[in-house]
């Protein structure tokens, strides 16, 4: 079964959009909410993953964008003035000592996105959604990569078009 994650709110948010969309998203797929949190969020992952499997896995975010948008690639460094949950802040750390670079997502984004009103954007950020990503990507070779949420906007909208991407995979 398809994986869908989703993050709790974080900074001055009281509400994550990715945790809305996941909470309407049918139980044709499986849910997992993961901490906004550099380690926690890949550790809850890990776990779910070792104990279920899954066949595909599609990380959810919110981020201040105009629509859905699938991200191409996840690069190796944790860079935000903004703190995680658990109050870390990294300037220019690497997710992964001795990684690559940067990973690709695996899920078919060409597809993903001519099935949805959806874009492909070329970067995950600095933040946790592309320190997971990465984390991800890293451990797991089954299709894999994230999609970003506008935070604002009509979730049920946004679950649904999500559904059309997640029936790509």
Do not use: W
């Not at 993050?7 to 509400?15: A, L, M, N, S, V």
């Not at 849910?31 to 969020?41: I, N």
């Not at 592309?130 to 890293?138: D, E, G, Q, R, T």
């Amino acid at each position: 079964m398809v994986l869908v994650t989703a993050f709790t709110p974080f900074g001055d948010f009281t509400e994550n959009m990715s945790m809305k969309v996941l909470e309407l998203l049918p139980d044709t797929v499986d849910k997992l909410v993961v901490p906004t949190s550099y380690e926690g969020a890949f550790k809850e992952l890990k776990k779910y993953i070792d104990a279920n499997a899954p066949s595909a896995i599609v990380l959810l975010g919110q981020a201040s964008r105009d629509r859905i948008t699938v991200e191409r690639v996840a690069i190796n460094v944790a860079d935000a003035d903004l703190p995680d949950n658990d109050g870390v802040a990294l300037t220019d750390a690497p997710l992964i000592e001795g990684g690559p670079a940067a990973y690709f997502s695996t899920l078919p984004i060409k597809k993903m996105i001519a099935a949805a009103d959806a874009k492909i954007s070329d970067s995950a950020g600095t933040y946790v959604c592309n320190s997971l990503m990465y984390k991800a990507l890293s451990y797991v070779d089954v299709p894999c990569g994230f999609v970003h949420i506008p935070q604002s906007g009509e979730p049920r909208y946004f679950a649904a078009e999500l559904m059309k991407m997640v029936n790509c995979i």
